[in-house]
């Protein structure tokens, strides 16, 4: 089951929203740190790093009750091991996430955003609109920007393992 695709969205609290503004104005006035062919990284910056720990502080319990149920450890749902950042996508670019990791984006804009969520290991995509209240969970999904201009997000990567598998054991008593 922690190896099914699967998304959600989940809508934040109000002084999210307020830090998301914040985050939002601060992108808009800085410069990728790093560019790629449709892809580029603005790092983390202050607001966006208040942003990061709420959406955690947030997200704790249904990741939490999801891990429960996919039957998986979260090993880094209070502190990520992998720095969270923000990216600009642009048109038809797509972001997987690293096998044996789960991601959390927080929208840093307004407006909806068209998308399609890609399933790994299927051929097909689910067309989707983003809006800017949610908050995006993806489990062995891609997400894919089809809309027009760029969009702009914060990833929080989280690494997930299976659960150990207990033996049951049958014991045997013996008269002595």
């Keep these: 089951m922690a190896l099914d695709p699967s998304f959600a969205v989940y809508l934040y609290?109000?002084?999210?929203?307020h830090l998301q503004t914040?985050?939002?104005s601060d992108i808009m006035a800085i410069t990728?740190?790093?560019?790629?062919?449709?892809?580029?990284?603005?790092?983390l910056s202050p607001p966006c790093r208040a942003v990061v720990w709420a959406v955690l502080r947030g997200m704790h319990g249904p990741l939490s009750s999801w891990s429960?149920?996919?039957k998986v450890i979260i090993h880094d749902l209070k502190r990520p091991w992998f720095k969270p950042e923000a990216f600009r996508l642009?048109?038809?670019?797509?972001?997987?996430p690293t096998p044996g990791?789960?991601?959390?984006?927080?929208?840093?804009s307004t407006g909806r955003a068209n998308?399609?969520?890609m399933p790994?290991?299927?051929?097909?995509?689910?067309?989707?609109?983003?809006?800017?209240?949610?908050?995006?969970?993806?489990?062995?999904?891609?997400?894919r920007f089809t809309g027009n201009g760029c969009l702009r997000f914060i990833y929080i990567s989280l690494h997930k393992s299976a659960l150990p598998k207990v033996k049951k054991y049958r014991f045997r008593y013996y008269k002595a």
């Excluded at 990791?101 to 840093?108: A, N, R, T």
């Excluded at 299927?122 to 062995?140: D, K």
């Design 101 to 108: 990791h789960i991601v959390v984006l927080m929208p840093l």
């Design 32 to 43: 990728p740190a790093e560019k790629h062919s449709k892809l580029a990284t603005y790092g």
């Design 120 to 143: 790994r290991g299927t051929n097909y995509c689910l067309p989707a609109q983003w809006e800017p209240g949610m908050v995006l969970f993806l489990n062995e999904t891609a997400i």
């Design 68 to 70: 429960k149920k996919a």
């Design 90 to 96: 642009e048109t038809g670019c797509a972001l997987w």
């Design 22 to 24: 914040e985050a939002i």
């Design 13 to 17: 609290d109000e002084y999210t929203k």
């Design 115 to 117: 998308i399609e969520l």
